[in-house]
């Protein structure tokens, strides 16, 4: 199947700093790729849809400025967690659209630790 | 709007023992029905989906699961466990012409115990 890196599996990072995500498509073109995050022992949440070339489309309640998604590639997307919070600490992880019918493949996430 | 609902948040069972694990929706649209599973601190697999046809899927690790319409359920089961089945279980759907949005259930994790 589609293979989906997403890098670094593990941050951890002092408060007021920002942290760069990224999800790489590896062996495929993905237009589309989504950020979700998951507390413990929760469902996934969706974040944001990337969109290659175009900007972002966000769920209500996550703030535009504070988690930044860039998809300058079909095979690069990025997120961004800016001022860094305790508040923020969380297992993100992203995935991209196939060309399948709805297929989303997944990266093996992030954990985000702020101190 | 769609909503997923798996009514057991844990599912403790024996090894060798079969396992069902439950998962109902709601969704106005018709919808696209999948199973994953994440081993702790890893992203999600695909066991399975059901896209059209036939309502009984086959995936992997010796996993099925039944589209049930008029129940809208979409039940995940297996003969057999092994303790390596032992992780966390979601049910998603996504609407059929939408995209690919995806809504996914609570979870349930599922133990097996030796």
């Known amino acids: 199947g589609a293979v989906v890196s997403q890098h670094p599996s593990r941050v951890i990072c002092k408060s007021g700093t920002s942290v760069k995500i990224e999800c790489r498509s590896l062996?495929?073109?993905?237009?589309?790729m989504f950020w979700y995050r998951q507390f413990p022992k929760q469902s996934l949440m969706l974040m944001a849809t990337?969109?290659?070339?175009?900007?972002?489309?966000?769920e209500q309640g996550v703030e535009k400025d504070k988690f930044l998604i860039n998809h300058a590639s079909l095979t690069l997307s990025t997120l961004t967690v800016t001022s860094a919070h305790p508040e923020d600490s969380s297992f993100y992880i992203c995935s991209a659209g196939g060309s399948g019918k709805n297929i989303q493949y997944f990266g093996a996430g992030t954990r985000l630790s702020v101190l | 709007a769609q909503s997923v609902t798996q009514l057991d948040s844990q599912v403790p069972v024996f090894e060798e023992a079969p396992v069902e694990l439950r998962c109902n929706y709601s969704s106005s649209v018709s919808v696209y029905l999948f199973w994953y599973v994440q081993y702790p601190n890893q992203g999600l697999q695909l066991l399975l989906k059901y896209l059209s046809g036939s309502t009984l899927v086959k995936g992997i690790n010796g996993f099925e699961a039944e589209f049930n319409k008029s129940q809208t359920s979409f039940h995940l089961r297996k003969p057999s466990v092994h303790i390596s089945d032992t992780a966390e279980y979601f049910c998603?759907?996504?609407?059929?012409?939408?995209?690919?949005?995806?809504?996914f259930g609570p979870g349930t994790r599922l133990s097996v115990l030796p």
């Open positions: 998603a759907v996504s609407p059929m012409n939408y995209g690919q949005n995806f809504v």
């Open positions: 062996d495929f073109q993905a237009t589309t």
């Open positions: 990337s969109n290659e070339g175009s900007k972002a489309t966000y």
